[in-house]
T-cell receptor, first 114, second 112 residues
Framework: NAGVMQNPRHLVRRRGQEARLRCSPM?????VYWYRQLPEEGLKFMVY????????ESGMPKERFSAEFPKEGPSILRIQQVVRGDSAAYFC????????????FGPGTRLTVL | GEDVEQSLFLSVREGDSSVINCTYT??????LYWYKQEPGAGLQLLTY?????DMKQDQRLTVLLNKKDKHLSLRIADTQTGDSAIYFC????????????FGTGTRLQVTL
């Protein structure tokens, strides 16, 4: 059973471009969480999704950021018109059938905005 | 509001015990966790404790929770060089759909 997969592992974008980060949860998991880690800081919650539903997006910036978890395929975190302040590591975690289940983390995508 | 704080750095000698501390402010915390992050990697769950417990032991790891003072600690016995990493405490609170609130992380350096 493969763990949580994220790709790409490293992503470089120029200011103004779009960044798409993908997360494939563990098999059988229906809960996905996205967290952002700025340099030398802890992880900050961004969004919590179940299949086709956004449950909690209280940590998402109001503009330029969106997330989805379609019925088929990976969860996508999309950042439009990236700025240098978006440079960070973005981690995805998945959990099983209950919101109280342990969250398993992926290796992260390190986004660098030039 | 939610706020979780940790000291930034800890250095110990191999074979000694390490104690990493964490304070939190939200009294409605339900579960408290310790995660380990090695360089360039994701987070690995080490252990967790439910808020109605005050201690949990798991091999070399001992978690102590003082709910009155909102203080959590992780003790690593017989610390090894492979324990060098960043350690994060985290909490979930009732009504927040299990999102994790993380501390700032403590970098543990193990010296020979």
């Amino acid at each position: 059973n493969a763990g949580v997969m994220q790709n790409p592992r490293h992503l470089v974008r120029r200011r103004g471009q779009e960044a798409r980060l993908r997360c494939s949860p563990m098999k059988g998991h229906s809960h996905v969480y996205w967290y952002r880690q700025l340099p030398e800081e802890g992880l900050k919650f961004m969004v919590y999704l179940q299949k086709e539903n956004i449950i909690d997006e209280s940590g998402m910036p109001k503009e330029r950021f969106s997330a989805e978890f379609p019925k088929e395929g990976p969860s996508i975190l999309r950042i439009q018109q990236v700025v240098r302040g978006d440079s960070a590591a973005y981690f995805c975690a998945s959990a099983g059938t209950s919101a109280r289940d342990e969250q398993f983390f992926g290796p992260g995508t390190r986004l660098t905005v030039l | 509001g939610e706020d979780v704080e940790q000291s930034l750095f800890l250095s110990v000698r191999e074979g000694d015990s390490s104690v990493i501390n964490c304070t939190y402010t939200d009294s409605s915390s339900t579960y408290l966790y310790w995660y380990k992050q090695e360089p360039g990697a994701g987070l690995q769950l080490l252990t967790y404790i439910f808020s109605n417990m005050d201690m949990k032991q798991d091999q070399r790891l001992t978690v102590l929770l003082n709910k009155k003072d909102k203080h959590l600690s992780l003790r690593i016995a017989d610390t090894q060089t492979g324990d060098s990493a960043i350690y994060f405490c985290a909490e979930t609170t009732t009504g927040t759909a299990s999102k994790l609130t993380f501390g700032t992380g403590t970098r543990l350096q193990v010296t020979l």
